[in-house]
């Protein structure tokens, strides 16, 4: 069997899978709208932890993974934090997988966020692209792959990968709605595209292996709407008064900070007619969810009050709609 089947496969959070079920009974697309944004906020440290493997093992992972953060305004560091944002085994008969940016702060603790059953430059940069938010590359609506789906799934429902059909489903044929998405058009050197072999498609595509970051990885990473380097430290929310904001492009994530001088309920709202989702990180840690929320203000606006320590906390914005939604909005914290 060719090593260019040994591919990587997504873990969907539980509940998320559930939605998928439920929209594909109702014939809908199978990657819709309860896939939000998985981007972590901008100027994240994300620390890394060993869950197992040997020394070669190990630094390998350290070699090739900070080679995003060259080109992404994020941190890698690697320690023994118990409650890492990235904790990696090495069990080779499971494979390659990661979960997908933020979705790592749902597992427990004493779970792994990725696996790399096998280890090369290739396969770090491709896992490490997973967690911080990134999808595979011919899951991309604009790709277009047209897949002989025959050859695909009995090449891939033997070794090395043995998937079943919903794996494959999940992994191979379902693409992301446009909506979800800050994407380009497929770009068939990027680290985040599978080795597809020309006997899996119908038109003729093909891609060789991709073993490190494309020239529209690096520039994609980077760009205002994903972890640019201006701009990060987000901009500041005084107490009790409301700052005027916009969604000026679509994908846009704002980013906000604010200080708890005394411990107290804290009540972060929007409002206007954009219809926004917002998260709240801190005390003092871009990586610490506090709590999201969709629509639990007026109209559609977000709504998120919490007891908060002393500290400076964070507030992510963006529009539900992150492929096409702008619009102005006010943005308040209060404490009661």
Request: proline share 4%; net charge negative; charged share 20%.
């Amino acid at each position: 069997m060719s090593a260019l089947l040994r591919v990587c496969y997504d873990r969907i959070l539980p509940q998320d899978l559930r939605r998928f079920a439920q929209l594909h009974m109702m014939g809908g697309p199978s990657r819709a709208a309860v896939l939000k944004a998985k981007k972590w906020p901008n100027g994240s440290t994300l620390r890394v932890r060993f869950m197992g493997g040997n020394s070669t093992q190990q630094d390998i992972v350290r070699q090739f993974a900070p080679e995003w953060a060259k080109h992404a305004n994020l941190k890698l560091i690697f320690g023994n934090a118990t409650d890492a944002e990235i904790r990696i085994s090495f069990v080779d008969a499971d494979g390659a997988w990661s979960y997908i940016g933020v979705d790592c702060k749902n597992i427990p603790v004493n779970e792994a966020t990725m696996n790399l059953g096998w280890q090369d430059e290739g396969v770090v940069l491709h896992e490490f692209g997973h967690a911080i938010g990134l999808i595979h590359e011919h899951q991309n609506p604009n790709g277009g792959i047209q897949w002989n789906r025959e050859n695909v799934i009995r090449d891939l429902s033997g070794p090395p990968n043995n998937w079943d059909l919903a794996t494959i489903e999940h992994n191979i044929f379902a693409a992301y709605a446009h909506e979800q998405l800050n994407s380009t058009t497929l770009d068939k050197k990027s680290i985040m595209l599978y080795a597809i072999p020309a006997h899996w498609t119908r038109d003729g595509f093909q891609s060789a292996p991709n073993e490190v970051l494309s020239e529209v990885d690096k520039r994609y990473i980077g760009d205002r709407l994903n972890y640019p380097f201006a701009d990060a430290e987000g901009r500041e929310l005084p107490v009790a008064e409301t700052t005027q904001a916009e969604i000026g492009q679509a994908g846009e994530q704002d980013l906000y900070t604010f200080v708890a001088r005394v411990e107290g309920h804290y009540t972060i709202e929007t409002e206007g007619p954009t219809d926004l989702v917002m998260a709240l990180y801190g005390p003092d840690n871009r990586t610490a969810l506090i709590a999201d929320d969709d629509d639990s203000g007026r109209d559609r606006n977000a709504k998120i009050t919490a007891m908060l320590m002393p500290g400076t906390y964070f507030v992510q914005v963006r529009h539900y709609n992150s492929a096409g939604g702008t619009g102005a909005y006010g943005i308040k914290v209060s404490r009661s």
